[in-house]
Nanobody
């Protein structure tokens, strides 16, 4: 079993930067696809970023491509999301997730989830 815990909740002005961290415990996440998703009230959880276990492949949707960077440190069981040039529409609860090899862009494909952390971007 994998337990995930996000940190980095914060309030930032538009154009600013913020880094989220996700710590894994219980079992090493080495070998898992790691992803970040975000959700606002009343909407479906949306894909933000994913990274393979090796860290050699990453993928982003057009909404964050060029601004967000996902990375991982398997020796520390940590996953990160660096967010730059933040926009008000980035405001959401952000979740880290772990999935088996083959997990991609849908939240339904991930097996383990953190509790979420709030990111608010002001105009």
């Amino acid at each position: 079993q994998v337990q995930l815990s996000e940190s980095g909740r914060g309030l930032v002005q538009a154009g600013g930067s913020l880094r989220l961290s996700c710590a894994a415990s219980g079992r090493s996440v080495c070998g898992y696809v790691m992803g970040w998703f975000r959700q606002v009230p009343g909407q479906e959880r949306a894909f933000v970023a994913a990274i393979t276990w090796s860290g050699l492949s990453t993928v982003y949707p057009d909404t964050v491509n060029g601004r967000f960077t996902i990375s991982r440190d398997n020796t520390k069981n940590m996953v990160y999301l660096q967010m730059n040039s933040l926009k008000p529409e980035d405001t959401a609860v952000y979740y880290c997730a772990a999935g088996y090899i083959g997990a991609a862009f849908s939240w339904r494909e991930y097996a383990y989830w953190g509790q979420g952390t709030q990111v608010s971007v002001s105009s």
